[in-house]
């Protein structure tokens, strides 16, 4: 395979989505723009998969298809991941929403949605802004900082927690969790002996602990919520809840960090847009738009054809495998114009980061805009002179572009005296 590093067009059978290696240098837009023009819905080879291989679609408009026709592209078949799965891991893939079809999957949803809706948002608000604080606070005197540790990871776990009832103590564990769930191909978040589904089972166990709790005594969270909840007449059983509190933690707080880590460092490559919004901060909600369209944290999603069906001028059969990029729909010359451009006052800019408005449109949206929103907001009052203090070094995935560690710097300022963040358990 030719290096990254050689960004011409190249034979698309030496193209590889699958390699989490060939995302570490960056996302290889190179190549998903070579697919959208040569062959947007792309036979790639895939030893192991149904018929050794998958179709990689690139397109904007192919992607939003796939992502709502869930009649054929189905997410429950062989779920919506892109690993291969034995039976056994299958059936409890199954029982996670984000792995089911409608009915089944808008029941599920039913119990969570309420708990995501745009007043119950705003009403996070005050809350969110004093963690910004406290997190600014508590690196501000330094002048330096890990920005993905300290600042971007922080929010979003510090949201999560308090969404589900988990002690904002333990939130370092739901960190190393999901790092290692969903980093599961980088060696750094990798221990030796232990592997994700471990992870996993921590997870579970210690779900079942806080379920155990909030049963003596119920609390105003989620999980209090799903405990009582009813799915046909039946409560969640003990594993379906133990999935619901995986999928929330996993979802909620990656991508939101990732997003976050991932538009710091497009604003470092791109500094004259960090002016443009230092000096007008009404062009704010404008810029959280153009920071998913061009981070597009989630890169991909799978789906399995349910029938013989043609798509792009392909002829699908029933049982492939489907993966369609946002990361690519996001940089579709036929939707965006430049779009490799990073451009804050970029309009219109329909963007599939969340979804193509399919059923699975992501359920934290909401509370995403606003804690990226917000916490944007705080840098840009408190440390605007902020800039790269070293490497940025990125995470091996091809399905969240990920970064691991930015180092910044910036002038040394008085903390504002939030609320101290309650201390991390190691
Ligand atoms: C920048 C941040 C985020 C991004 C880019 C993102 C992206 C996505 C995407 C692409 C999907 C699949 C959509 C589809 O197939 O139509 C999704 C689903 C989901 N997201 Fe997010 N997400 C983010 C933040 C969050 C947060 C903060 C939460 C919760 C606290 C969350 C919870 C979920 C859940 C539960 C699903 C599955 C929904 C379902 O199956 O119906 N996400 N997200």
Not at 382 to 392: E, F, Y
Request: proline fraction near 6%.
């Amino acid at each position: 395979m030719a290096g990254l590093a050689e960004r011409g067009t190249m034979g698309l059978d030496e193209i590889d989505l699958i390699d989490g290696r060939n995302f570490v240098a960056g996302v290889p837009h190179h190549w998903f723009a070579q697919l959208r023009r040569e062959a947007p819905v792309f036979w790639h080879p895939e030893p192991g998969a149904p018929r050794d291989g998958f179709w990689a679609v690139t397109s904007y408009d192919d992607c939003v298809t796939v992502n709502r026709d869930w009649e054929h592209f189905s997410s429950a078949r062989r779920s919506s991941l892109f690993q291969e799965m034995d039976a056994d891991q299958l059936a409890q893939q199954q029982l996670m929403m984000v792995n089911m079809d409608p009915t089944m999957h808008t029941r599920y949803r039913r119990l969570v949605n309420h708990g995501f809706t745009p007043k119950m948002v705003r009403d996070l608000e005050g809350q969110i802004v004093g963690y910004a604080d406290a997190i600014i606070d508590s690196v501000c005197e330094r002048g330096t900082a890990e920005f993905v540790e300290e600042i971007s990871a922080e929010l979003p776990l510090l949201v999560i927690a308090e969404l589900l009832g988990i002690p904002q103590e333990d939130r370092r564990m739901v960190f190393d969790w999901s790092n290692r769930m969903i980093g599961s191909d980088d060696p750094e978040y990798q221990i030796e002996g232990h592997d994700s589904s471990e992870a996993a089972m921590q997870v579970y166990s210690y779900a079942e602990e806080m379920a155990a709790a909030r049963r003596l005594q119920p609390r105003q969270d989620l999980i209090s919520v799903l405990i009582d909840a009813e799915v046909e007449g039946e409560k969640l059983d003990q594993l379906e809840l133990d999935l619901f509190f995986l999928l929330l933690i996993v979802a909620g707080n990656e991508t939101t960090r990732n997003l976050m880590s991932g538009a710091m460092a497009a604003f470092f490559d791109h500094p004259d847009q960090w002016e443009l919004l230092r000096h007008d901060r009404s062009l704010l909600p404008g810029a959280v738009e153009e920071m998913l369209r061009y981070v597009t944290p989630v890169m991909h999603f799978r789906r399995t054809a349910t029938m013989d069906t043609v798509l792009g001028g392909q002829d699908l059969r029933e049982g492939d495998k489907v993966v369609f990029w946002h990361t690519s729909a996001n940089r579709d010359e036929k939707v965006f114009a430049n779009p490799d451009a990073f451009d804050i006052t970029r309009s219109p800019n329909n963007h599939m980061a969340f979804g193509g408005g399919g059923p699975h449109f992501c359920l934290g949206a909401n509370l995403a805009r606003m804690e990226i929103m917000v916490m944007f907001d705080r840098l840009l009052e408190r440390i605007p002179d902020i800039r790269l203090a070293g490497d940025v070094q990125r995470l091996q995935s091809n399905f969240i572009n990920g970064t691991k560690h930015i180092p910044v710097a910036f002038a040394p300022s008085a903390p504002i005296g939030a609320p101290p963040l309650p201390a991390r358990a190691r």
